[in-house]
């Protein structure tokens, strides 16, 4: 019997996230790793973002504050980040990734990555680049809710 869901774009959207991140989390904990995939992804925005606050690293990750806290606290007692003061104002901090989290997202991002390439093989090439089109579209539609 159908559900409202099977003719929902963001259901069918929410399934698909979520199908695809539990292969991804299959694959890295297959690589000996306990890190999320979330948490993957804050190392992934302060490596190629630089240090910044826990704001803005909530803003690039679409995490909510005490979510993306929580998870730099894990990181932290991992060694994978460090809070430091902000040079302009001591009261500040920022995140900043170590050298040991710049090791573990180089070791695991290729795996990730072709983890990702096999769970959108389905697709031909015109497919995915409309589907990244389209959720692009999406995304840029629903950013500052």
Request: charged content about 30%; overall charge positive; proline content about 2%.
């Amino acid at each position: 019997m159908k559900t409202p869901r099977d003719k929902s774009i963001g259901a069918q959207m929410h399934i698909a996230s979520q199908l695809m991140r539990r292969r991804m989390h299959h694959r890295i904990h297959e690589l000996g790793s306990k890190i999320t995939l979330e948490q993957l992804a804050v190392l992934e925005m302060l490596k190629f973002h630089g240090a910044m606050n826990m704001s803005e690293l909530a803003h690039l990750t679409v995490k909510e504050n005490a979510v993306i806290t929580r998870m730099v606290d894990i990181l932290e007692r991992e060694a994978y980040v460090e809070r430091k003061p902000r040079a302009s104002d001591r009261r500040a901090w920022e995140i900043h990734i170590t050298n040991n989290g710049l090791k573990l997202f180089d070791e695991l991002i290729p795996d990730v990555g072709k983890e990702l390439q096999k769970a959108t093989e389905c697709l031909t090439k015109e497919e995915y680049e409309e589907g990244m089109r389209i959720m692009i579209k999406i995304i840029k539609h629903n950013q500052g809710f």
